[in-house]
Nanobody, 134 residues
Framework: VQLQASGGGSAQPGGSLRLSCATSGFSLDYYAIGWFRQAPGKEREGISCITKKGESTYVDSVKGRFTISKDNARNLVYLQMDNLKSDDTAVYYC?????????????????????????????WGQGTQVTVSS
């Protein structure tokens, strides 16, 4: 199970960035993907999630500005970020609700997108830095 977030960079307030999460070792047909972020000095927080069925959830701070989507055939999940604010500056991570043990895959949560908690996601990728400043 591998995940790799990319697409971060610098943007001005009001600008846009699109993050990608490349996945391998499992199918997006069966597992959810969550996007998280961690700002300096703060805890990692879940911001958006997409279920295996394609249903999406967002926290209030990004609702209406960020859009999550996925391409199951290409094993990619996207996070389109519009109208960026300085508070969006953070390292962004993608994760899935899989624990991989001894060659087997196990679900970490029955409803990972319900609250987008870090504890509901067992496999993580490396983060990508997003910096929003003028």
């Amino acid at each position: 199970v591998q995940l790799q977030a990319s697409g971060g960079g610098s943007a001005q307030p009001g600008g846009s960035l699109r993050l990608s999460c490349a996945t391998s070792g499992f199918s997006l047909d069966y597992y959810a993907i969550g996007w998280f972020r961690q700002a300096p000095g703060k805890e990692r927080e879940g911001i958006s999630c997409i279920t295996k069925k394609g249903e999406s959830t967002y926290v209030d701070s990004v609702k209406g500005r960020f859009t999550i989507s996925k391409d199951n055939a290409r094993n990619l999940v996207y996070l389109q970020m519009d109208n960026l604010k300085s508070d969006d500056t953070a390292v962004y991570y993608c994760a899935t609700d899989i624990n991989a043990e001894n060659g087997h895959l196990y679900y970490t949560s029955p409803a990972p997108c319900a609250q987008i908690r870090t504890s509901d996601f067992g496999s993580w990728g490396q983060g990508t830095q997003v910096t929003v400043s003028s």
